[in-house]
C-alpha cells in the first residue's frame, strides 16, 4: 500500500529458549497521517516492539553533548 509508512507482519521475539514470549504475532500498520500511540501494561512488550521494529532510534535519538 502506498500509504504504509511501517508495516510489521507476524513479529515474533521470544527469549529463554522460547519460553517467554514478549512478541508473539505482532501485526500492524501505520499509514501516512495517522498518530499511533502504544499503551499497556509494563511487561507487555511496548519497548520491544519499538526496539524490534527499528522505530526506537527515529522516535529517540542519542543525544551527543
Known amino acids: 500500500d502506498n500509504n504504509s509508512l511501517i508495516k510489521v507482519v ?3 521475539k ?4 522460547g519460553t517467554v514470549k514478549a512478541l ?3 501485526n500492524c500498520e ?4 495517522e ?4 499503551v499497556g501494561p509494563s511487561g ?3 519497548s520491544t ?4 521494529t527499528g522505530l ?4 529517540f535519538p542519542e543525544v551527543q553533548v
Open 24 to 26: 508473539n504475532g505482532v
Open 44 to 46: 507487555s512488550g511496548k
Open 56 to 59: 526506537s532510534q527515529l522516535l
Open 49 to 52: 516492539l519499538l526496539y524490534s
Open 30 to 33: 501505520i499509514k501516512k497521517g
Open 10 to 12: 507476524n513479529l515474533k
Open 35 to 38: 498518530v499511533v500511540v502504544i
Open 14 to 17: 521470544h527469549y529463554i529458549d
